[in-house]
């Protein structure tokens, strides 16, 4: 497999000292969906944005497709990185393809201006992401779970091989979320499947949907006070001994129906802790 990214020993300190992330490692191979779990302030936003380039790590190092990104331009960067962040800033109140159009940013000349492959770049990605039908509308006319397909469908312009995404079902109803991981999935197993490995896409998605993560992640990497305390496949990490101490008490551990061709995967949702009955209060 065609290795994407490889992150060793991230280390990032903020203003003030808060450690963020402490020695993070993280391989990440063209045909894979890795999620990133872990707790409010566990340290994924700040990995995904080390990642993008939004900040620079106080330490370690990354590599995207085997170059070492402290070589690269921010333009060759965003051409093997396309970045979706967890708080979008007030979306443009633009058209949906000008939008997506932005996405060619790492390509456009110095003027800046689109040219045909550029725009046919645009229809493909609108395509790839089911958003086609809202290529005339504008941003703001859009229901949450239309914006997100657009902002996938602008990641997919920018051509780069490695798709972050930071909490991308966070404001989406249950269908939504279910259809996005499902578009997440298609645009990593299928391209890969059918091209050859060097147009391979991976995507790392930072998450709190356990069971969406245990049903469509190859791998998971779970944070914790900015450190890896487990990485793997979702059936080793997504276990009671594993999460518990990360996330307490209030999950249900369960597993989602078998499908064909594939073993039951681990189906975990947030529950409260069993009422135990107390034996004294009864027959007295
Ligand atoms: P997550 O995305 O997992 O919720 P973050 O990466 O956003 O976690 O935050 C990790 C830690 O870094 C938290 O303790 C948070 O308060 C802190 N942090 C995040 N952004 C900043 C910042 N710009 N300045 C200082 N501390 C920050
Ligand atoms: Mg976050």
New binding site residues.
């Given amino acids: 497999m065609v290795t994407l990214l490889e992150v060793r020993a991230l280390t990032h300190e ?3 000292g ?1 450690r ?1 992330l402490d020695a993070v490692d993280l391989d990440l191979s063209a045909g894979e969906v890795v999620c990133v779990l ?10 995904l ?1 080390a990642l993008s380039g939004v900040l620079t790590a106080t330490g370690g190092t990354i590599a995207l497709e085997g170059r070492p990104v402290s070589g690269l331009g921010s333009r060759e960067r965003a051409r093997a990185i396309a970045s979706v962040p ?1 708080v979008l800033q007030a979306l443009p109140d633009s058209d949906v393809a000008g939008f997506v159009l932005g996405g060619r940013y790492p390509y456009l000349g110095w003027w800046g201006k689109a040219r045909d492959g550029d725009r046919e770049a645009v229809r493909r990605a609108l395509r790839e992401a089911d958003a086609e039908e809202w290529e005339h509308r504008r941003l703001g006319e859009l229901s949450g779970g239309q914006c997100q397909r657009v902002l996938v469908a602008r990641a997919l312009a920018q051509e780069a091989r490695l798709l972050l995404f ?1 909490e991308p079902t966070a404001a989406l109803d249950p269908e939504h979320q279910v259809l996005l991981f499902e578009l997440f999935a298609r645009l990593v197993h299928e391209r890969t499947a059918e091209s050859s490995e060097a147009g391979g896409r991976g995507a790392l998605i ?1 998450t709190h949907e356990l069971a969406l993560a245990g049903r469509f992640a190859d791998r998971i990497l779970l ?1 914790d006070g ?1 450190r890896v305390v487990a990485s793997g496949a979702p059936r080793d990490v997504l276990r009671e001994d594993v999460l518990k101490p990360v996330y307490g008490p209030h999950l249900h551990y369960g597993s989602g129906p078998a499908e064909e061709g594939t073993e039951a995967r681990p189906l975990i949702v947030p529950w409260p802790r069993p009422k135990v009955r107390s034996s004294t209060a009864r027959g007295s």
């Avoid at 872990?38 to 990995?47: Q, R």
């Fill in positions: 903020y203003d003030g808060l963020a872990g707790p409010n302030g566990s340290g994924k936003s700040t990995l944005r967890q930071d930072a944070l900015g």
